[in-house]
């Protein structure tokens, strides 16, 4: 199915809106959040609509998919990983994306370490909502977790990032945001020096608006973004 310009442009515009206001209760400045286009459903051939509709960062799920649209679109976007990575495709990607969102297991970290042709940044990925079906560092592990990145040359910690447990509405997502808030808060006292946490993956197309209200830096939007 072929997308419509104008529909995407103005989903991206109303999307930018939604942020701005969800800033402005939140008494934070919209230009410190970021939209990552999510693309994990979105053809190759439709990149293109976003750069036009002004976005300038994307996001894959999939490193096959990820290399494959890097290469037919690569200039266009910085790229970031934002899916599970398995430690066998970190070869993949490193050298390839700005940041990996989703690090939280000790083998990936160290083929981050041993393939990447320089320093990664990447975000720890913590469960603040305590579910099974999510991935995760789990919060109390947190501090023993960047313990372990902390000699690691070639990992630059830049932050956090969460996915919350499936929810019906929005607001109830609004409790694992502001855990992963106050973790970056208190990681950024006992670990200064060392690893920084300046950002804040968290919210989808579901619930951004209350991820920006509890500090979000970085939006991992998809379907908001191609519809008016």
Do not use: C
Not at 119 to 139: C, I
Not at 170 to 199: D, K, M
Request: aromatic share 6%.
């Amino acid at each position: 199915m072929q997308r419509n310009p104008d529909d995407v442009k103005a989903g991206v515009a109303r999307t930018r809106e939604r942020i701005a206001a969800a800033a402005a209760r939140a008494g934070r400045d919209a230009s410190a959040i970021e939209i990552v286009a999510a693309v994990k459903y979105l053809a190759s051939e439709d990149l293109p609509l976003l750069h036009a509709a002004g976005i300038t960062r994307v996001g894959e799920n999939r490193t096959d998919q990820l290399v494959a649209k890097q290469d037919a679109f690569g200039d266009l976007f910085t790229w970031d990983f934002i899916g599970h990575l398995q430690s066998r495709k970190v070869r993949e990607i490193v050298g390839r994306v700005e940041l990996i969102h989703s690090l939280f297991t000790e083998s990936t970290a160290l083929q981050i370490e041993s393939r990447s042709p320089a320093p990664q940044d990447v975000l720890v990925e913590v469960n603040t909502a305590g579910d099974p079906d999510k991935d995760g560092v789990a919060p109390a592990d947190l501090d023993a977790f960047l313990e372990l990145l902390a000699p690691l040359a070639n990992v630059r910690v830049r932050g956090l990032m969460t996915m919350p447990s499936f929810a019906e509405s929005a607001e109830q997502s609004r409790a694992a945001f502001a855990a992963l808030r106050e973790l970056a808060a208190g990681a950024e006292e006992r670990w200064s020096g060392t690893h920084r946490f300046a950002q804040l993956s968290m919210g989808t197309s579901q619930d951004f608006e209350v991820a920006v209200e509890e500090g979000a830096t970085l939006v991992r939007a998809g379907s908001v973004l191609l519809a008016p």
